[in-house]
């Protein structure tokens, strides 16, 4: 699995509005981050800030998999909401506001022999 971390800002005032949406997330919404591959998806706020965490089977791309949740009616009014409450920012792309992060450090947990 490749692991992704990104980064997002979410508008003044608006954490518990997107908290409430997520507690709500729209099945269909689910039902194609899980058709599409996305696996061990967490989302964590600190403040205004927002970081994402998921995984992908090897080799599966993000820009491919990016699209096809694109293509999704629902995904695209679950977009529109979500940049609602989000903040871009300068490095945002268009498609999405989120930013890529390197992952500089993993620690699996596994034990050497």
Partial sequence: MKRFGRVLRLRPGMR?????AHQEIWPEVAATIREIGIRNYSI???CDW???YFELPDGANLDQ?????LAS???QRWEKLMQELQE?????GTSSWWVPMDELWHFDGAVEK
Avoid: D, T
């Fill in 16 to 20: 518990q509005r997107y908290e409430q």
């Fill in 44 to 46: 964590f706020c600190y």
């Fill in 50 to 52: 927002l970081f994402s």
């Fill in 65 to 69: 998999v990016s699209s096809k949740a």
């Fill in 73 to 75: 009616e629902a995904c």
């Fill in 88 to 92: 871009p920012l300068p490095e945002s």
